[in-house]
């Protein structure tokens, strides 16, 4: 289908969003400014960039402890990012959550989680309220291939295809799980490959190509509105940073010559090369374009900054439920 570059150059601004985001996200980690821990999304841009560019509004997403590029991507506030991740009030969960639990219903994100593919049973349940609202909406669930191993995993795959529900199920596949090889816990090779167990649709693709992302999310999209059910999408790609970012993080255990390989394929350079051999951008438009978004992120940093601690007294709020009588 033809394109003006529109499309392409959205994408390419998300990535460039995410990207800054999380470079000042470590540095409020390092110098220990923001509270708890970040697990960096950087290298990874591409997935979120391109599966959320090619979902409507009431689609929804569920997320994994790296979870800032599904936030951006589906339209979460930076400024409310940042007041969550330093413990303000104005954060998505004021303050109480950090990182890895941010979520605003409002767009579609239903949350970034902590627990190690949680995500997915909860992507196949709002997955099965679209199925029987009949609202012509899809749920995309990201998650890592360390989560393949879990039974959450097996189980949201089972369910999702015996009742053939509207659900993408995107493995960013960083061959990474904290500081082991995926390669050495993870047996199925492809991990697209299991979809075939179970009756769905597999696509192995290239994690840092962001048009490859948006086109391998579009038709799992079509086929899932079609009534086809979910598709089990692998996206290869490479985390650049740590695992997690903190003052005192371990050595990085990776061969310096497989993280210089994955930095020549690094997804923004990539897409930037291809807008400007298509015509789409230019190193005028490009600089532009920077300079617009760290003038954005500055202001949302600042918004985090500005926004006051929670008040000791509203420390046991949202911890418990309301007893009705």
């Given amino acids: 289908?033809?394109?003006?570059?529109?499309?392409?150059?959205?994408?390419?601004r998300i990535m460039l969003l995410i990207r800054g985001f999380e470079q000042l996200a470590m540095e409020l980690m390092l110098n220990r400014t923001a509270v708890g821990t970040v697990h960096p999304y950087v290298g990874q841009e591409a997935i979120a960039a391109g599966v959320c560019s090619r979902l409507a509004p009431a689609d929804r997403i569920t997320s994994t402890h790296r979870g800032h590029g599904h936030c951006l991507a589906k339209g979460a506030r930076a400024d409310r990012m940042f007041a969550e991740l330093l413990g303000r009030v104005d954060g998505y969960c004021a303050g109480k959550g950090g990182s890895m639990h941010i979520a605003d219903f409002s767009v579609g994100m239903l949350g970034a989680n902590g627990v190690v593919g949680a995500g997915l049973p909860i992507a196949a349940g709002a997955a099965l309220a679209a199925s029987v609202r009949g609202d012509g909406t899809v749920v995309v669930a990201f998650f890592g291939d360390g989560a393949v191993g879990a039974g959450a995993f097996h189980e949201t795959l089972n369910l999702a295809a015996l009742w053939k529900l509207p659900l993408i199920l995107v493995c960013e596949a960083n061959g990474w799980a904290v500081r082991t090889a995926t390669q050495d816990t993870i047996a199925p090779r492809p991990i697209a490959g299991l979809a075939a167990g179970y009756g769905i649709a597999g696509v192995v693709a290239d994690g840092n190509d962001v048009t490859v992302m948006a086109a391998a999310a579009a038709a799992a999209r079509d086929r899932a509105l079609a009534g086809h059910g979910p598709t089990l999408i692998e996206a290869v790609t490479y985390r650049m940073t740590q695992h997690s970012m903190r003052p005192e993080a371990p050595p990085d255990p990776r061969d310096p010559n497989q993280r210089a390989h994955w930095a020549s394929r690094d997804p923004i350079d990539r897409h930037r090369k291809y807008l400007t051999t298509a015509g789409w951008l230019d190193a005028e438009s490009d600089a532009?374009?920077?300079?617009?978004?760290?003038?954005?992120?500055?202001?949302?940093?600042?918004?985090?900054?500005?926004?006051?601690?929670?008040?000791?007294?509203?420390?046991?709020?949202?911890?418990?439920?309301?007893?009705?009588s």
């Fill in 1 to 12: 289908m033809a394109s003006d570059g529109s499309l392409e150059v959205s994408q390419y």
């Fill in 288 to 324: 532009a374009l920077q300079a617009e978004i760290t003038r954005e992120l500055a202001a949302a940093l600042d918004f985090g900054l500005a926004s006051p601690y929670p008040a000791a007294e509203t420390a046991f709020e949202g911890v418990y439920a309301e007893v009705v």
